[in-house]
């Protein structure tokens, strides 16, 4: 009985925890946002965040995620850097929809997906914040800062 317990209420859990995310509305070809804009990005007016199965590891200079579902917006990292100072990010998005943003200050910094690309901190000294935002997304995502 106690198993069959265990087992009702984790159902429960993730099919709850699988009510509240984003639809991907511009189909499975089109990564890009489809629902949340760069102003509820920049004023942060994405309040929700849903993860369903996810793996995060690292430290401040190396990390990774992966997530089998994700919709909402979620730190990744926050370093302080100095001018000349890299990150390399590498993305991999299978379905749904995934932004990636650097912010140093006011600034924001939009992040190729699918790829590997080196962003450089020209002329930026302080504390730089990298996140991202996923509608139903299923991501993995990398980071390495090169100082």
């Known amino acids: 009985m106690k198993k069959i317990l265990v087992f009702f209420t984790f159902s429960l859990l993730l099919l709850l925890t699988g009510c509240s995310h984003v639809e991907d509305l511009n189909g499975p070809d089109n990564f890009e946002l489809a629902t949340y804009t760069f102003d509820d990005i920049k004023n942060n007016r994405?309040?929700?965040?849903?993860?369903?199965?996810?793996?995060?590891?690292?430290?401040?200079?190396?990390g990774s995620i992966k997530i089998k579902k994700f919709s909402g917006h979620k730190l990744l990292v926050s370093k302080y850097v100095n001018p000349q100072d890299q990150v390399k990010i590498t993305s991999t998005v299978e379905s749904g929809n995934l932004a990636i943003y650097i912010k140093c200050d006011d600034d924001y910094y939009k992040?190729?997906?699918n790829t590997e690309y080196t962003f450089t901190f020209e002329n930026f000294s302080g504390k730089s914040l990298i996140?991202?935002?996923?509608?139903?997304?299923?991501?993995?995502?990398e980071y390495k800062y090169i100082t």
């Open 46 to 62: 994405i309040k929700s965040t849903n993860s369903l199965f996810s793996v995060q590891s690292g430290f401040i200079n190396s």
């Open 111 to 113: 992040i190729p997906i």
């Open 131 to 141: 996140y991202f935002i996923g509608e139903s997304a299923k991501l993995r995502i």
